[in-house]
Nanobody
Framework: QVRLVESGGGSVQVGGSLRLSCAASEYKYSSYCIGWFRQAPGKERERVASIDDSGNTMYADFVKGRFTISEDKRKNLLYLQMNNLKPEDTAVYYC?????????????????????WGQGTQVTVSS
């Protein structure tokens, strides 16, 4: 059974950096899309970044130029490097993945495709 476990969250000051990690056990597909979402208190969950098996990345406008998604395929790890953090980045960050068994054809990485979720890790940015 696929399991996603995030780590690396914490508290930082404005302008600081954090690197989140997601260990994706048993998520071993040749065709996939995996990414990061976040949810702040009282707000809807929003997509932050994603990457597919071809290395194609997608970033939300509010993190472009500050966050970088990457992966270590050999270790089945997903990362989110977050630089120049702002108070509005404060949220619980979730690792999420689509289940390739539910589709035919290449991954489209639509937000609605993400059906496997981690438990989340808190990121707090203070001024």
């Amino acid at each position: 059974q696929v399991r996603l476990v995030e780590s690396g969250g914490g508290s930082v000051q404005v302008g600081g950096s954090l690197r989140l990690s997601c260990a994706a056990s048993e998520y071993k597909y040749s065709s996939y899309c995996i990414g990061w979402f976040r949810q702040a208190p009282g707000k809807e969950r929003e997509r932050v970044a994603s990457i597919d098996d071809s290395g194609n990345t997608m970033y939300a406008d509010f993190v472009k130029g500050r966050f970088t998604i990457s992966e270590d395929k050999r270790k089945n790890l997903l990362y989110l490097q977050m630089n120049n953090l702002k108070p509005e980045d404060t949220a619980v960050y979730y690792c999420a993945a689509e289940n390739p068994l539910y589709r035919s054809g290449p991954p489209l990485c639509l937000t609605t495709d993400f059906s496997i979720w981690g438990q989340g890790t808190q990121v707090t940015v203070s001024s």
